[in-house]
Each structure stands twice: as C-alpha cells, then as structure tokens.
C-alpha cells in the first residue's frame, strides 16, 4: 500500500506577526508581539514629562515672546550659575506659532549692550547635530519684571546630566562601596560623542565654551548632547578674541570632563598626574593617552582632529553598538505596525456590531449577512472550554484578526456558532473580509 509522503511546508497566505529575525530573537515569544517593557516605560515617562503640570509656576508670566505655560524644570529659583555667572533657572514652555514644547533658559539680570553679541546665535541655529541640543533663536524681555536673556532650545523630556548621574554624593559614595569606577565602555561612548559634536562646532568655526558636566545631558540609553550652546557667545561676547583660543579651551574642558569621571577623588587643587597614573591603573593605556592630550598645553596643532584620531579603533565598538540597538528598536517597530493594523480592524468591527437601532436592518449585524460578523465576534473573543471557563487565548485573537485583515485572498474556512447553538456557519474569511467592506459602502 502507498503511503503519502508529508505535506509540502509552505508559507501561509495571510498576515501573521512575524518571528523576529535570529539577530535581535532575544524575548519570548508572546512577549515579541510588543514593545518591550523597559522602552514603553522610558517613552511614557517622556510623554509624562513633556505634559506634567506640577504647579509651581506662579509668579510666572503667562507669555514670553511666542511662548506660554511656563512650567520651571529643576530649581525655580537657583543659585548664581558657575558656568553662566547669573542666575538662569529654565523653564518648559509651549509655542504659539508651531506646538511644539520648549525649553528656554533665562539669564537673569542681563542686560544688552552691544547688538553683535546676537551674531553668534545665527550660527548656531544652523547646526543641527545628533549630539547637541539644538538653539532655536534668543532675545531680550523684561516679562520677568527684570532685564533677562532667554535662549531657546529643543526640549528633550526626562533628562539628566552627567554630574547628575555620575558625579552626585551618591553616586560617588555607591562606585566607592563597590570599589567599581565608571565603566570604560561608557567613558569610551562619551569620548565619541561628544568629540563627534566638537568636530562640527569647531568645523562651523564655532566654540562650545560650556563643556562641563552641568551642562551635557544624558537624553536616552547612553545617549548624550551638549547643552547650553551659544549663551557665553552672548553674554561673555569678544570680537578681540580669536575663536581658536576658545577652542582650545573646549578640548581642556573635555579632558577635566573625563579625568572628573575616571577619578572622582580628584580635587580641583590637585595637579592631573595622579589622576592620569589611575587611569592607567584602573583603565586601557589608551583612556590614558587621550586624556593626556587633551590636558597638555596649547598648541597650534592641537585640535579635535587628533582627538579623534586617538579614539579611531574605538569608534567602531560605538558604531557596532548604534546599529545593534537600532535593529532592536526597528523589530520593535514592525511588531507595533501589526497592532495597528489590527487595532483598526477592531473599530471597524465594534462600529458594525451591536446597533439596536437597526434591528432589523439587513445592512448590520443582528440580521441578514452581517449577522456574520457577530458570530465572528463570538467565535474571536467569546470561546469557552470544556471546562466551562473562557478562553483567554491572545496567539488565538491575534491570529484570527490577521487572517481577517488579510482575508481578500484567504480562502480558509471556519466554523461560526450561534450562542444557543442552533445555528452554524461554515464561511471563509473573505466572506468575513466582504461583509465588513460592505458595511461602509
């Protein structure tokens, strides 16, 4: 006797949640089918921050220039800035002209004394760079009942510094309880990106002048941007001085960055030697060579050039981490594609179903042809078990909204029955496909 061999595998005609490929198959797979917890947390505490009123803001105005809603962020009323030397409090705050939120910073007791000073500020709206936040224009008011200076940046929510992160008491106190430094894997991602956004502010002919712990924020999973940009060109302003002078400082500021992070012992009056011998103790000799360069003297040849040469080899380890995290977050977006599709899919079906006041109209579901569509209801969400328990069955509903959303081609059949069991369908679900499309026609 002849026995068949099995049946040929094939892919099947419908849409289905697709497996995520081998490369980013890390979660289980129920779990695939969406965003992953920890992403959904980072995004809804973003949109929370972008929206929370706290209500502290009175004694704010109501509008500056463009803007309204101011909400402080951090300290309404902070102390003399040591990078500024003013008070400069900054505030989230909505515009009129596009929507979008804002964060300005107020230099407190400013008062303009020479137009050229705004010069700057052009320049600097024309860089837009993954690394730095973005200015978007400045002006003088007096909407505070005082002379101040407002610079306005994009906004980005939940954010943190890096003093915040790594230089506060207690951070420092819980690295020397487990006698752990800073990864040199994080120090290594900061060193590219904040050296990737000096090379284009001194490529503009530009300089940061504000590179300090305070003002780089931590906006995403390692992810920084140098803040502040812009503001000392206004408020320090000097046409005598050479912009490569400034420079030279950005590059000294860069190294007391990192010496500040590799050794949280250090103490300002203490020459950089003993900080440099740790880091070749506790990090590579290469940490150590670049650090060591940006702490020497002036040079006419000293620029971010070298810098990044120095940090050449490393830059690929940054570069292999950027595309890995960006084919987790592409996976995670095609499995939120799919839920949107279905998502629609079920306004559709929950507009159909359920119209008492059209009984009896053959056009809806309780009579006629689309009396279908709510045994297809029944039969996606409203199975029970032997047991006599409902089934709580997610691969069941996601599967079977999908053949559904696919259903102009899918000529599979199943099997629909009544809630008293008097009734059975036997349909294919472009039959199903058909009665939703006609309902609308």
């Known amino acids: 006797m002849y026995i068949g061999g099995p049946a040929p595998i094939r892919v099947l005609d419908q849409h289905l949640y697709t497996a995520p490929l081998p490369h980013v198959a890390t979660r289980q797979p129920m779990h695939s089918f969406?965003?992953?917890d920890?992403?959904?947390?980072?995004?809804?505490?973003?949109?929370?921050?972008?929206?929370a009123n706290p209500g502290i803001s009175a004694g704010l105005p109501?509008?500056?220039?463009?803007?309204?809603?101011?909400?402080?962020?951090?300290?309404?009323?902070?102390?003399?800035?040591?990078?500024?030397h003013h008070p400069a409090p900054v505030y989230r705050a909505n515009s009129t002209v596009d929507g979008n939120v804002y964060a300005l910073r107020r230099i407190e007791g400013f008062k303009l004394s020479n137009e050229a000073a705004f010069s700057a500020v052009e320049a600097w709206r024309q860089i837009r760079h993954a690394n730095i936040v973005g200015l978007r224009e400045a002006f003088t008011t007096k909407a505070f009942n005082d002379n101040s200076l407002v610079i306005v940046y994009d906004f980005h929510?939940?954010?943190?510094?890096i003093a915040d992160e790594w230089l506060s008491p207690e951070a420092v106190n819980r690295r020397r309880q487990s006698?752990?430094?800073?990864?040199?894997?994080?120090?290594?991602?900061?060193?590219?990106?904040?050296?990737?956004?000096?090379?284009?502010?001194?490529?503009?002919?530009?300089?940061?002048?504000?590179?300090?712990?305070?003002k780089v924020l931590i906006t995403g999973k390692n992810r920084i941007r140098i803040n502040g940009v812009g503001i000392l060109d206004v408020l320090a302003f000097d046409s005598n001085t050479s912009v490569h002078l400034f420079q030279q400082d950005d590059l000294l500021n860069f190294g007391q960055l990192l010496i500040s992070l590799c050794c949280d012992f250090l103490q300002p009056s203490q020459h950089y030697s003993a900080g440099l011998d740790y880091i070749g103790r506790a990090y590579s000799l290469d940490l150590k060579q670049?650090?060591?360069?940006?702490?020497?003297?002036?040079t006419a040849l000293k620029s971010i050039d070298e810098v990044l040469r120095l940090a050449g080899p490393r830059i690929l380890n940054e570069l292999d981490a950027i595309q890995t995290y960006n084919d987790a977050l592409e996976n995670d977006l095609g499995a939120e594609v799919e839920n949107g599709r279905v998502a629609r899919l079920l306004m559709k079906l929950g507009f159909i179903n359920e119209r008492p006041e059209f009984e009896m109209d053959p056009q809806w579901s309780e009579s006629g042809d689309r009396y279908v569509l709510k045994l297809f209801r029944d039969y996606v969400f409203h199975q029970v078990g032997p047991d006599g328990k409902p089934v709580l069955?997610?691969?069941?509903?996601?599967t079977t909204l999908n053949k559904l959303d696919a259903g102009a081609r899918s000529r599979e059949k199943i099997m629909l029955v009544s809630r008293d069991s008097q009734s059975c369908l036997v349909v294919e679900y472009r039959d199903i496909y058909k009665c939703i499309e006609s309902a609308y026609r």
């Open 393 to 398: 069955d997610l691969s069941h509903v996601l």
């Open 179 to 214: 006698v752990q430094p800073i990864p040199e894997r994080i120090i290594w991602s900061y060193v590219i990106q904040i050296a990737n956004a000096l090379k284009a502010v001194h490529t503009a002919g530009l300089a940061v002048r504000t590179l300090d712990a305070t």
């Open 290 to 298: 670049l650090v060591g360069y940006l702490l020497g003297k002036p």
């Open 157 to 161: 929510p939940n954010s943190t510094t």
């Open 62 to 84: 109501s509008e500056v220039h463009v803007y309204h809603s101011l909400v402080p962020l951090g300290n309404p009323n902070p102390s003399i800035s040591r990078v500024y």
């Open 34 to 36: 969406f965003i992953p």
């Open 38 to 51: 920890d992403v959904r947390r980072m995004i809804h505490a973003r949109q929370e921050a972008t929206y």
